[in-house]
């Protein structure tokens, strides 16, 4: 079947990261934010993890926001929902410091506006367990903008994560497509190369690999930006 629909990762995809030093920046830049409001950094660090967990296994029955928030609150209480406009400024303050552990690469944003200008579809499936402004910021980070793809995922929009194949359920399901229609576009075996299993095309781009399974690479189409453009152009 024809491939008329291009998913792409973010982080490590189109955004070049370490994942570990991006995870410290963006907790150290959060919990200086949240200190002045009672927020103990320890604390707050593992109330976000069980919040990011409560969004991992997320059922799709609320929007994985939904599903952080009452997590979240579990632990802290009631009040944490007076708080949400704090959190939501982060996004659009502090946490724009984080682009400094991030790298950048025009080929990225190249890959995606030829595609587009081919005439694929191209979505933006990155792991939905941020806000909305918080994606748009990363996409920035790249030489993107959310104009340059027909939806993306956030942690407001959808109630699934990856590595869940339901995630990817809910994106052809949203965009009325076949899986067999898509190619998933990311750095991450185990939760990009897993929409093989629906029957989409992949492809495992490596400048950023995570491979936390050591499982083998030459089962998927891998390699650089280069390398991809070739592979779509035989397709």
């Not at 194949?165 to 009325?176: A, D, G, T």
């Amino acid at each position: 079947m024809k491939i008329t629909t291009a998913l792409f990762d973010l982080d490590g995809t189109l955004l070049p990261m370490d994942n570990d030093e991006f995870t410290k920046s963006y907790f150290t830049l959060i919990t200086q934010t949240l200190a002045p409001h009672g927020y103990k950094p320890e604390e707050l660090i593992k109330a976000i993890m069980t919040g990011i967990t409560a969004m991992v296994k997320n059922d799709g029955i609320q929007s994985n926001e939904a599903a952080f928030w009452k997590a979240f609150s579990k632990i802290y209480g009631e009040k944490v929902f007076a708080h949400k406009p704090i959190f939501d400024e982060f996004y659009k303050t502090a946490f724009q410091n984080a682009k400094a552990s991030c790298g950048y690469d025009p080929k990225a944003a190249e890959a995606v506006r030829k595609l587009k200008e081919s005439g694929y579809r191209v979505i933006l499936a990155t792991n939905p367990i941020f806000p909305g402004y918080a994606v748009e910021s990363r996409l920035r980070w790249a030489g993107l903008s959310p104009k340059d793809f027909e939806w993306y995922t956030s942690y407001e929009n959808i109630g699934f994560c990856k590595p869940n194949p339901r995630y990817y359920q809910e994106i052809v399901k949203r965009l009325n497509v076949s899986p067999e229609e898509c190619i998933m576009i990311g750095n991450d075996v185990t939760e990009d190369m897993i929409a093989q299993s629906l029957g989409m095309r992949v492809f495992l781009l490596t400048h950023c690999l995570i491979n936390k399974e050591n499982k083998d690479i030459s089962a998927f189409p891998h390699g650089s930006f280069e390398q991809l453009n070739d592979y779509i152009a035989k397709l």
